[in-house]
């Protein structure tokens, strides 16, 4: 028996049997698990759908603005009006990766926290630049 046929427990929820390796590749091109801790300390999966950069690049505008930040996709349409600097460095940034136009402006703590409220995906692995082994590596990246 290869190793693409061996079966193991699939670990994406929903899934009640085992599933081969390759099964589970495929399904990770799709959605990909980012462990959590939960009260208990037990390993929780979380699903994030997969946009890539040329899906990104179609919201960009004030009526339709995502950005990509850390390798993770937000849609800050609904943010706009409530950023404290403005919507315009917003905009400029829409429909592309804003990493390092965020980390010059200084964020604070709590403005790091706030980006969950607007996270709809993250990057595929062969487009991502800040979570991937063998790349640019930041410490300290939000969750």
Known sequence: MSTVDAQVQSPIEGAN???TILQLAMAA???TKVPATDSNNN???RLRPV???SEVAYHDCYDDCWIVLYDRVYDITNFL???PGGHDVLVENAGRDATIAFLNAG???MAIK???LYEIGELPPNECIYRCVGKLTL???PD
């Open 17 to 19: 049997q085992s599933a």
């Open 43 to 45: 390993l929780q999966q």
């Open 81 to 83: 009006r409530l950023h």
């Open 114 to 116: 706030s980006l969950k």
């Open 51 to 53: 946009i890539s950069l």
């Open 107 to 109: 964020h604070s703590t």
């Open 29 to 31: 091109l799709r959605l």
């Open 139 to 141: 410490t300290n990246l």
